[in-house]
């Protein structure tokens, strides 16, 4: 099917606009072939708004599925070589959930608390002082990264495709080299030893979420890609057509 419409040129010709959840994201589109101003970036939004937590809970958070692609063997061997420091709370399941077990029953450092609810996760967000996502493969727009901007909760995570962009080193959270185990054990430690720094990106990171990832920014963004793809025949309504019943 993807080969067909290629050829026919479907994607450029038959459709106004197509919509990106990241400027890396949108970038890879178009060497893949589709017509630069045909795409628009629209991120993921958090709605309704849970209000900044207070990172007072002295812990590192992950949310996500335990896969091998999502960087769950990095954090656990990170963890594994700490010295002392923080309790990593996971949150998920997948196919490497035997091995988070594992980690969980031997490191006190760490707790496994299996998938959870909504509302569970945005508690933890609230109380958590670093959230991590250690990704080895290509991002789309993971809303856990717009919950932890939400919350005003900093992000330590893989400099690596979507991630790189959506998260200022520095300034809402950390980057680290994919796969390091080494350097993710490290920033950990460097970020639980600088309240104030820490304390500083958490202000950054809600700043960052009610700028870009509020309901009523994404709305406006989307009425914008909806005029770009109706073009002319964007027309104001002037009356709504009566509709009778039918029978």
Known sequence: MLALHRVLGTWNRSVGQFIALSQFAREKFIAGGISPDKITVKPNFVDPDPGMGRGNGNFALFVGRLAEEKGVRTLLTAW????????????GDGPLAPDVAQAAAT????????????????????????????STWYEGF????????????????????????????GQTGRLI????AAGLAGAVEWAFSHPGEMRRMR???????????????????LMLIYEAALGRFMEPVRSVPRLEAIG
């Open 107 to 134: 490191n006190p450092g760490i707790e496994w608390l299996g998938p959870c609810a909504p509302e569970r996760v945005r508690r933890a967000m609230a109380e958590a002082n670093l959230l991590i996502v250690p």
């Open 80 to 91: 594994s070589g700490l010295r002392s420091g923080p309790k990593l709370k996971i949150v």
């Open 203 to 221: 202000v950054l990171a809600r700043s960052e979420y009610e700028q870009k990832y509020t309901a009523k920014a994404n709305y406006t963004r």
């Open 142 to 169: 993971p809303l856990v990264i717009a919950e932890a901007f939400a919350a005003g909760l900093p992000i330590l995570a893989s400099r690596l495709g979507s991630l790189a962009e959506l998260i200022a080193d």
């Open 177 to 180: 080299a994919p796969g390091d």
